[in-house]
T-cell receptor, first 111, second 111 residues
Framework: DAGVTQSPTHLIKTRGQHVTLRCSPI?????VSWYQQVLGQGPQFIFQ???????GRGNFPDRFSARQFPNYSSELNVNALLLGDSALYLC??????????FGPGTRLTVL | GENVEQHPSTLSVQEGDSAVIKCTYS??????FPWYKQELGKGPQLIID?????GEKKDQRIAVTLNKTAKHFSLHITETQPEDSAVYFC??????????FGTGTSLTVIP
């Protein structure tokens, strides 16, 4: 079975630009969560979506937004990029509450 | 919100020895505690989890214990092998959706 897929793998942007990251969950999983992992730290929760509805939001500024599509795939958007947004962005899908399965992540570098 | 602390930050063991990683959490309502293994350049991989109605769970060489009263849980790896070398993260969740992660333990198994 295919796991969680994310695209792109790597991305380089400059300050002030906008970025869109994409995630496809495991087949049959209706919930998608997004996490930011800064180098040397644990993942930090950004958003969770279930059946296209936002179910939770972490402590991130309004520059971060997300959405989930009818096929349960998801996009994470970040506007007005800052140097501090450089991180590994992880997507996780869930079949139900509790278990989350992570994708390989998108490495974002902001110059 | 929840605060998860993890110790030690680095751990080196000889092949065949045991490794123990400890985490504490602050929210007494947390009821799900997964452990993830993250290899370089990859997303976190769920290796074992425990729910608050269970005190211990074992899966081959890996075991997790939970002390709800003290609000701490531990990961035990026995008969360590070089392929166990990775960064390990604990996490806690009260609603099965938003996970709070520890800061990670870099485990090195010396052949």
């Amino acid at each position: 079975d295919a796991g969680v897929t994310q695209s792109p793998t790597h991305l380089i942007k400059t300050r002030g630009q906008h970025v869109t990251l994409r995630c496809s969950p495991i087949s049959g999983h209706k919930s998608v969560s997004w996490y930011q992992q800064v180098l040397g730290q644990g993942p930090q929760f950004i958003f969770q979506y279930y059946e296209k509805e936002e179910r939770g939001r972490g402590n991130f500024p309004d520059r971060f937004s997300a959405r989930q599509f009818p096929n349960y795939s998801s996009e994470l958007n970040v506007n007005a990029l800052l140097l501090g947004d450089s991180a590994l962005y992880l997507c996780a899908s869930s079949p139900h509450d509790n278990e989350q399965f992570f994708g390989p992540g998108t490495r974002l570098t902001v110059l | 919100g929840e605060n998860v602390e993890q110790h030690p930050s680095t751990l080196s063991v000889q092949e065949g020895d045991s490794a123990v990683i400890k985490c504490t959490y602050s929210d007494s309502a947390s009821n799900y505690f997964p452990w993830y293994k993250q290899e370089l350049g990859k997303g976190p991989q769920l290796i074992i989890d425990i729910r608050s109605n269970v005190g211990e769970k074992k899966d081959q060489r890996i075991a997790v214990t939970l002390n709800k009263t003290a609000k701490h849980f531990s990961l035990h790896i026995t008969e360590t092998q070089p392929e166990d070398s990775a960064v390990y993260f604990c996490a806690a969740s009260r609603n099965g959706n938003q996970f709070y992660f520890g800061t990670g333990t870099s485990l090195t198994v010396i052949p």
